[in-house]
């Protein structure tokens, strides 16, 4: 969406370059080879990716990345609060991803939302004889314990697919047994290089056994559509919904953030579908225009400048009635969102920060830095595409550093030179980067805060992006003796 | 047409509100525990973790080594971020991100590649290497592996890399730490044992402790002792380094040739018996010197038995700053006791954390009244009824074992107490109970410097008797009416 | 008739209930704060004792020493009860239980007769006698009271028997501190000086602090710097004593000969500035070596600050050990700025705690609000004005030099805070504000072992932190709505 | 009340003399000559006192002993929740006396309740000019901040005697000014030996000051009594007020405990005066019934035993409905008692106690005891006079020790040769016996707990007993090395 090369002092294509090579020169010779391009300095006038992506990761390396069930676990099936979903196989993915992704729900725990940690727990005998059985009892027992919950998915851990246990079967069998969507999901955690393929495998799943199966009670509207790709991190999608509510769309479904599983069935209906996080759902966006003819649009909703730039962009898909309303709504947040810039930009403008995120956050939140002031002197993704990073090119400064599934290794080093003044990026990073003196934000669970998104989101970001790099403690690091 | 299940096309309902009271009502009732009670093959919120996790932090507590995941990049990441959440500290490991094609023609190239680089980035002393699910349901030979590994240069000749088979489908983190922690022993004293030779210290086994202020309190009272230490598996300082501008990837750990050179101790104690039985075993068999297993030191009596075996195994009388810092602990706890007397206790965790917990809370006069393990053992189930039986303030308390934090749930809703003591996890429970929540286990996800504060020996003591009367105190004195609202409590 | 004031009899009519509900509002309100402020001769809840409290303190800290109290029994009665109730331990003190006839005689006879059985009932190796009102009030002359005394032989030739005025009118219980303080070590280092002599140690003057971890915590220091320590009035074992079954009436306290041989001191720190300026004043003028004052070393930089001093004095290096403590304490302020970043907190307490919380807070990032002293100095403000000019958190924070309780009230109510970090004394204010109250300051009546974790040092700041940041976060989840309350904080 | 010689194994006239012996031995001549006539053997069915008391307390020695104003603030005028309660002089004694009684109020704290710190906090000057304009002053900011304080006592500290103050003058014309009850209360700690000087003092004050100056606005009834000497220590007047409710009579004040300085002053309307802790309030007790002709009753409400008797012999002064009344409720507790006692009696028969209180505590509470199967091995008070000793003669089982005024030297060598279970005592003397591994509980202040006044208390009071003596922490307190 920028059309103007930023250029940022003392980086240079040059600069950045000899800085990947020296980096990669740690490296064995097999290993620098899969790794060189991944690595690159922004072209941003190009628009499009100077790395490849969506590779395996290198072995050996402290890599950032999840699996495919961690991808449909903690970001597609997670969220849809109302769904009582079963890991299965052994104990430890369930618990691992057990409330550690801060996909807030509505509702009532264990009643009519169901945040807690399915298992059916393989054992040695499990692995042997095979699950099918205990999945079928377990699931009459969810039912059972859990009248209200709406669904239940049962995601496949790796040994389910590698012992030819067959859910799919399982799952129809209950679902008529029960006469509930029982859906089965194949992600188990060797599928794919990355958590994406779990985003992508889910989708097909809904594609499958959810969309269509459900209708809206009440009548359409020329204005409904459905949120999606927000997950409700932090409260992001309250966030969200409550501005496209108050431009006068009506958000028939989010997904899956808060998600409520007959909604997101029902999601054929609407006549537009918003996309925040392109990766992990332009899948059924793709399906949807397919099949039901429903168009879709990709957003941002992180700082003002994107904001209402997104706000306008989608005001384009409707009538003046919308048009005029999102210009009402930006001129009444405009002075708040100046009032913010004027409190933190004086002690954050010209700031430094690097990324390595997932999903859209890596391009989608540079805005919001910028219109803090800050400076993005390099970005990545754990488990991008090439679409990803072509969207990401226009949005980066020229000529700094873009690095795909980097290593710790490689994120030091690049850190190491770049010297940053805030480091956005996952729990695996943070306090490494806090040890080096560094400030640092989880910027995938925004650091148990949020939300993040929208006019709403970007006082707190603001807020937390001050509290992390001007905090007194950063001084205290080096001591003077 | 997107419904492969076949069910029937609906318009959507909303759940009547009566009908929601109605299940939120139920769901704390007693019918409901039964049904909860009669659950076979669903499994809700377990209270443990899989081996591998484990497997990681033994081998964090060793000098210079790179815990090596060989399965999916994905399982790395699960443990590591455990790890980082709870200590809120960086737990380097690597994996070599086996993928679909592994389970066609195994992970031996992986394993291969990933060492290779793995020595070239991180330069490690040692690499320890322990599976996930996927090598050990396709059968990954390790010992070949690895041997090949050498052979071919992937590894250095002289680099250790112990191995352990840790399937996530057998046994929780703790049987994990016991088999790395074997491994790691194994392979770091092959060929040092020296006829003759006794380095007169004390190996001490924390067991699967994930406090790293334990280590630090054994260390100190060892020091007041005199008594010379090598601490097997010594996290202290690799999950509780300095901020100091510089990260260092190998902070801490129990140096390789102290490791190496245990096996002539002159004795090794275990203090995490159900965390290593297979180490410890193996160590009777093989190490020099005495050997003793004894409960993990929480609490009062189970601290004395500790000093007491150490003061027997070196010879030595227990020095006065111990016996004053006994003292100390008792008197706290004679100062606080009204506080906790009579108090029911809900626990949950671990073995060896949940004897430490029932035998303080006897000792308090509490009664530690649903005992909760989620994969437990009949020894233990005996040990704890014998905790139990043998207090006046056991009676009516009782042990469920094999039983999930859904189940606890239940016996909190139906049964209540006055605090439950456990992991982050039980909050949930918690809130729905409206009682506090002592984060003595593992993990904590919610709060700060946990594992900064010693649970075990007299200190321990003296930490879990301020958590907890000063946490009931805050809630007397936030609940009360206003005209028992007082300066003194 | 029983009406000497001569008010006019009435029926009892009740306060109505509307005239009730405005009194409450109105005592909250920016109107009353006014009025409250406008106080020229009341004080309603003084966050400070008379001196004399503070003389027994100092007194407990000698090896073998009976505080003995020139005055009435209840005086002492008072002091000694304050002192259990913070402590939970024995505070042994006798007076000499002057009455009414005092006041015509003079207190003469009862001291000596006082002095007399104190010697044989209890055995002291020293006798502090410190004034309350009475005696000051007339005018009683210690000087040569106990000169006659020791002529008399009411008091052994040779048992040293310092002395301090400790008007209750005057000052706090830290100018008590300070003058018996002083006293104790002119009498025991009379004559001790030898020319030449150097005992090579460090003399440290904790000041009137009343926590006895801070004490361990400053030997522990010393300790791993390797520096040889006289703590002058050292109370960590007077009031902190086990619990063995044998009550040791001077459990602890500075070995009287090193507190002799403290003249010939290498070097005397104060690190209780405001609580020992007489002490060090004749220090400075008396004894050999350097002569050192500092703030309390609360917060990470006024500890750096008494870290280099030593060093610098001592010509050694800071220890590895010390540099890493630092690291931690510095990551623990790291990990968990997040949760005290931007709040606010009023503090009150003494001079030399005040300082300290302040320091810290900025440190954090929170702010030190409404900052109360109810006896304090000009100095005090200058001083602690320059750390809120010092930092971006101290902007729009305020200091109120002899205000009381009720005057926090005022402020709490209409400008509010996030909490309070003071004495126990302060929990009704923050009670009616809805806020916590970190019992840092003295006296703590109604939690269990405050004074067993230091305050001071790098240790105190990760208890600190971990105090106010998990009682934060109990706060979130306690209240937090259900779609808020998550797993990890 | 008592009329049986109890006799307790191994305790004799002899044995008790002689350890008395031994105890003074330490003193020096004058010192134990002194002290002597203080310290005897119980001689239970003389029902007389067997040692002198009300003495000046030895110099030098460890007195639990408090002062005049001790026994003024504390006892007396502390309880009366409804006043603002000046301590006049220095800072330090309203602050060492500030919320460390436990004599609960009811109210708004600050609004209808002062349980407040309130001082003139003399300094140098004020001793050299006087404090009574200072005085005057702070009269009149009380007034101004706390408009629902009915009144205002003001309470001397040692200098305003001294230095010759006229608190009485001030007093008189504030209140003409303020229209407020300003009492004055000279209450010096100097005066008198003890605390009790105090107590007297208040009732003198209470006689010259309050007493008759207010009118109860209900009409009167033949069941009207006042409660007199409960002080609501952990809430015991609301539990004794509530028995006294039960069988039909109605509390019109109570003194002080959750005192109404408005219903004490009408007290001269009252039919009967109950008073529990005859010590501090005998002399209103004595001064009503001389002036008003209200006739007053000493009762005991600790332990089933004891409050039976007392509700009997409360009911012999009323008519056949009050006594039908205690019957029925004597019915219906005796087997609630039973159960309490069922439950703790197995566990603390036989145990010895030992008890150095003050007020009416070291005889009152022994029947409590007893009724849990405890003996009374030695028992003191810190401030009696002749009368107590009398009464305490016949509750004490015989030649057990008395000691009056003992000083912590000699009740340590009482509980070293009587090796108590439980040593009920103030807060002075528990840290010092808990260290000797000694169960305690501190008896002035409930030791945190309460109420264990009336039925309701009892259940409480065997509670905490049994929680002291058989914690199993003191099995902790000898090291196994």
Redesign the interface.
């Known amino acids: 969406m920028s059309d103007k090369i930023k250029n940022i002092d003392g980086i240079t294509k040059e600069s950045t370059e000899a800085l990947i090579e020296e980096t990669l020169a740690a490296y064995p010779e097999k290993g620098r080879k899969k790794r060189a391009p991944h690595l690159g300095a922004n072209d941003q006038g190009s628009g499009s990716a100077c790395v490849k992506s969506n590779k395996k990761t290198v072995p050996g390396v402290m890599s950032a990345r999840g699996c495919a069930y961690a991808g449909a676990k903690g970001v597609v099936w997670g969220p849809i609060g109302d769904m009582v979903h079963v890991s299965h196989g052994p104990v430890g993915c369930g618990w691992y991803s057990w409330g550690t992704r801060r996909n807030l729900v509505s509702g009532i725990n264990g009643v009519t939302q169901f945040a807690m940690q399915f298992t059916s727990d393989f054992q040695e005998k499990d692995i042997v004889y095979g699950g099918d059985k205990k999945l079928k009892t377990l699931l009459e027992e969810a039912k059972g314990l859990f009248p209200l919950a709406k669904g239940i998915s049962v995601l496949s851990e790796c040994p389910v697919g590698l012992i030819g246990d067959d859910i799919n079967s399982v799952a129809k069998a209950s679902a008529k047994e029960l006469d509930l969507p029982i859906i089965p999901c194949n992600c188990e955690g060797f599928r794919g290089v990355s958590q994406s393929l779990g985003h992508h495998i889910s989708n097909d799943t809904i594609r499958d056994y959810i969309i269509e199966t459900r209708e809206f009670a009440e009548p359409s509207s020329p204005y409904d559509i459905a949120l999606i790709g927000d997950y409700n991190i932090g409260g992001d999608v309250w966030a969200a919904k409550s501005l496209l509510e108050e431009i006068g769309l009506n958000v028939k479904a989010t997904w899956t953030g808060d998600g409520e599983l007959e909604k997101i069935a029902a999601t054929h209906q609407v006549k537009l579908n918003l996309i925040h996080c392109y990766r992990s759902m332009n899948y059924m966006c793709k399906v949807m225009e397919e099949k039901y003819g429903i168009p879709w649009l990709e957003f941002n909703f992180f700082g003002p400048t994107k904001i209402r730039q997104s706000l306008r962009a989608i005001a384009e898909r409707f009538d003046d009635t919308i048009k005029e309303n999102v210009e009402r709504v930006i001129a009444k947040y405009d002075p708040i969102m100046q009032a913010i810039i004027d409190e933190y930009k004086p002690r954050l403008d010209g700031k430094k920060v690097m990324l390595l995120v997932g999903g859209l956050r890596p391009r989608h939140t540079i805005g919001a830095y910028e219109d803090l002031g800050m400076e993005c002197v390099g970005s990545g993704y754990e488990f991008a595409h090439t679409d990803d990073y072509d969207r990401t090119a226009p949005e980066m400064p020229n000529a700094t550093v873009v690095y795909d599934d980097p290593s710790e290794y490689e994120f030091e080093k690049f850190a190491h030179a770049l010297k940053p003044d805030l480091i956005g990026s996952g729990i695996k990073e943070k306090y490494v980067f806090q040890k080096m003196g560094i400030p640092f934000r989880q910027m995938h669970s925004w650091d148990y805060s949020g939300p993040y998104h929208a006019y709403q989101g970007f006082e707190i970001f603001a807020r937390d992006v001050d509290m992390a790099v001007n905090s007194p403690t950063w001084k205290l690091v080096k001591a003077p003796f | 047409?997107?419904?492969?299940?076949?069910?029937e096309?609906?318009?959507?309902?909303a759940?009547p509100p009566e009908?929601?009271e109605r299940?939120?009502n139920w769901?704390n009732s007693e019918e409901?525990k039964e049904?909860?009670f009669a659950?076979?093959?669903?499994?809700?919120?377990?209270a443990?973790?899989?081996q591998?996790?484990g497997a990681q932090l033994a081998a964090h507590g060793f000098e210079g080594t790179l815990p090596?995941v060989h399965g999916?990049?994905?399982?790395?990441?699960?443990?590591?971020?455990?790890l980082?959440?709870h200590f809120?500290?960086?737990?380097?490991?690597?994996?070599?991100?086996?993928?679909?094609d592994?389970?066609v023609f195994g992970g031996q190239n992986?394993?291969h590649?990933?060492?290779?680089?793995?020595v070239?980035?991180?330069k490690p002393k040692m690499i320890a290497v322990f599976t996930?699910?996927?090598p050990e349901?396709?059968g990954d030979d390790l010992t070949a592996f690895i041997k090949n590994a050498r052979t071919k240069g992937h590894v250095p000749k002289d680099m250790p890399v112990p191995f352990a088979n840790t399937?996530?489908?057998?046994g929780?983190h703790i049987h994990g730490y016991d088999s790395m922690l074997l491994s790691i022993l194994q392979t770091l004293t092959e060929g040092k044992q020296v006829e003759g030779r006794c380095t007169g210290k004390l190996n001490l086994i924390a067991g699967c402790d994930f406090n790293t202020a334990d280590y630090r309190e054994y260390k100190r009272i060892m020091k007041e002792f005199g008594v010379p230490l090598t601490v097997l598996a010594d996290i202290a300082?690799s999950f509780?380094?300095?901020?100091?501008?510089?990260?260092?990837i190998y902070a801490g750990g129990t140096p390789l040739e102290d490791a190496a050179d245990s096996i002539n101790g002159k004795a090794t104690m275990t203090l995490g018996p159900y965390a290593t039985p297979k180490t410890f075993s193996w160590i009777k068999d093989n190490y020099a010197g005495k050997h003793v297993s004894l409960p993990m030191p929480m609490g009062?009596?189970k601290t004395?038995a500790m000093?007491?075996k150490v003061?027997e195994l070196f010879g030595k009388e227990?020095p006065e700053s111990l016996?004053?810092?006994?003292?100390?602990a008792?008197?706290?706890?004679?100062?606080?006791?009204?506080?906790m007397?009579?108090k029911k206790f809900a626990v949950y965790g671990d073995p060896d954390y949940l004897v430490g917990y029932v035998s303080f809370l006897?000792?308090?006069?509490a009664h530690p009244y649903h005992i909760v393990c989620s994969r437990g053992s009949k020894k233990l189930e005996k040990e704890l009824q014998g905790l139990l039986d043998g207090?006046?303030?056991g009676k009516g308390c009782k042990i469920y074992m094999n039983k999930d934090l859904?189940h606890l749930?239940s016996l909190v809703m139906t049964d209540p107490v006055d605090a439950m003591i456990g992991d982050?996890?039980g909050?949930?429970a918690a809130?729905?109970a409206n009682i506090p929540l002592f984060r003595f286990g593992f993990p904590v996800?919610?709060?700060?410097?946990m594992h900064?504060?010693p649970r075990i020996g007299y200190q321990g003591v003296?930490y879990m008797?301020?958590q907890i009367?000063?946490?009931f105190?805050?809630i007397k004195?936030e609940t009360c009416e206003?005209?028992?609202?007082?300066?003194?409590?």
């Open positions: 047409m997107a419904n492969l299940l076949g069910l096309v609906k318009k959507i309902v759940t009908e929601i299940v939120k769901i409901y049904q909860n659950r076979q093959a669903l499994v809700i919120n377990p443990h973790a899989c591998p996790l090596f999916s990049q994905g399982c790395a990441s699960y443990y590591r971020s455990t980082n959440r809120r500290e960086p737990a380097p490991a690597v994996s070599d991100a086996m993928t679909e592994g389970a992986n394993l590649e990933g060492l290779e680089n793995a070239a980035l991180y996930s699910c996927m349901v396709i399937p996530s489908f057998n929780t300082d509780d380094s300095p901020c100091n501008g510089t990260y260092n009062i009596e004395d000093i007491m003061a227990v016996k004053n810092e006994r003292g100390r008792v008197d706290a706890m004679t100062d606080a006791q009204q506080y007397h009579g006897l000792e308090m006069g207090s006046m303030y859904w749930r982050s996890h909050k949930f809130r729905d996800f919610d709060r700060v410097n900064r504060y003296i008797v301020s009367c000063n946490k105190l805050d004195d206003d005209r028992f609202f007082e300066l003194m409590r």
